[in-house]
């Protein structure tokens, strides 16, 4: 169960994840030219596998994803996302290689691997909308950071320090964390182009992870060698000439009609940082705002933005917890609701906050009732409805999903869609007993009820614990990546176990 592969492709050459040639196609590359090419791996990691074949037999670990392997989720409350299926106390959910074929009670299925879902949330995984993940081995490394630190020092010094190895072990280290977290979808805002080198280590970290992901091709540092945008011509022919694959597409841009008009000729969708004030208003004017397009933040839209949004049909991203932070604003959650813009859930960097979606939801969840129920004591009538819990449940999974332009495949557990499924344990001291399901999801869990994650059927997480990675391996390899960067930006080690970027 090496996840490493595009399981749609079927043809070129990929290296492993890290240290082993393969034929299945996710790239053009062998092994020893993508290396040349990109000088990845052999200093940083010195050739040692960080992804590698779980022994799923002996480890008691179900075998999935394959075609014609069957698992049977028996017996667990399944919450479906999909208004017409609904929820359920207690049923099963029947996946079939990659694909949910049947979600209800008592089902049948022979020949098929039984999992005790019992004590069990079964739902579709969360679907994060927009995260640098090349920042991955700066985690934390800017707690107290306003946003101005965070663009003078990740975004400038960091980000121009960054070697083709750096961003594929960030992509890697990052996409291994989101699994673990029950985030099985992903929008990687990849703004590290700064050389084609950094851009295929991003898609290679990207794609051996096993997530699933939205590779959307960003600007990097200014230099002679960066070829952004063009470049995502090449990328979509050697990396992502198919629809139907795990990793997909998109342009992660800014307000430059010309980009814009090149994402719509390779078809890539946008996903843009929109936090000004009336700078949409000349992309509205070329006709070029649309439905294919991802709005992140909005904090400080004004109101002719938001009809704009709304009326072309597109959708919001928010990262709640790095605006407050940070200082973009208050994050826009009543704006995209009384526009009725579909909305998602983003972490946006690790080097500031968490990379989980308890933390978002809750975010999320408080700060539209504070600021409703502040509205009400002002003496406002005919106020807008309170968030439920149920409802930003439905934003952190099938709202990402209609963000990222997923819907058709993940997002709701409906028969025909991706088996991209979290089981979270409801028999742990912080939710026993469970009497609303939603509820114990929103206000009560973290991290640790994340008990197992599939991925187009295959087990990234069980029992607790991450299926395929050498956690030992990747965590030395992000020190030695972080060591480099933090030596090359001249930033002082503290007392507390990290470093101080220069502000």
Known sequence: MCEI????????????????????????????EFLAAAELVAGAVGGAGLSACASADSAGIPRG??????????GGVVL????????????????????IVAVGPDLQAASATLIDASNRIVMPGFVDSHRHIWQGPMRN????????????????????????????????????????????????????????????????????????????????APGPAMRYPDDIRRLRRQYFSSADQRVTLALATAFAPAHWRLAREVGAPITVHANGTDELLPLAEARLMGPDVTYIHGCRLSAKEWKLIADTGGTLSIAAPVEMEMGH???AVQQALDHAIPLSLSNDVETSTTAEFFTQ????????????????????????????????????????????????????????????????????IN?????????????????SNVDAVFVAG?????????VGVKLDELQRTAERSRDHLVAQAKWPRTALGGYAPGH
């Open 458 to 466: 295959r087990v990234k997480k069980w029992k607790g614990e991450l």
């Open 5 to 32: 592969t595009q399981p749609s492709e079927t043809s070129g050459r990929t290296r492993g994840a890290v240290g082993h040639d393969r034929a299945d196609g996710v790239s053009g590359l062998s092994r020893r």
């Open 80 to 99: 479906t996302m999909d208004a017409k299926l609904g929820d359920f106390d207690r049923a099963d959910v029947l996946i079939e290689g990659s694909k």
């Open 329 to 331: 604003g208050i994050p």
């Open 141 to 220: 490394i800017l707690p107290d950071g306003t946003l101005a630190q965070y663009l003078g020092s990740i975004s400038g010094t960091a980000r121009s320090l960054y070697r083709p190895e750096d961003v594929y072990i960030g992509d890697l280290l990052s996409a291994w964390g989101a699994m673990n977290a029950g985030i099985t979808t992903l929008l990687d805002w990849s703004h590290i182009s700064n050389t084609p080198e950094h851009s295929d280590a991003a898609i290679h970290g990207l794609m051996e992870s096993g997530i699933r992901g939205v590779y959307a091709h960003g600007f990097g």
């Open 431 to 447: 939710v026993m007993p469970l009497n609303n399901a939603y509820a114990a999801i929103v206000h009560g869990m973290d991290t």
């Open 361 to 428: 939801m809750r975010t999320v969840f408080l700060l539209q009732r504070m600021q409703l129920l502040a509205r009400a004591r002002a003496g406002e009538q005919n106020l807008p409805p309170l968030m439920t819990v149920k409802q930003v449940v439905e934003i952190a999974t099938l709202g990402g999903a209609r963000a990222n332009q997923l819907e058709n495949k993940v997002g709701s557990l409906t028969p025909g869609k991706e088996a991209d499924i979290v089981m979270l344990a409801t028999n742990r």
């Open 65 to 74: 994803g394959g075609p014609g392997e069957r698992m049977l989720l028996k």
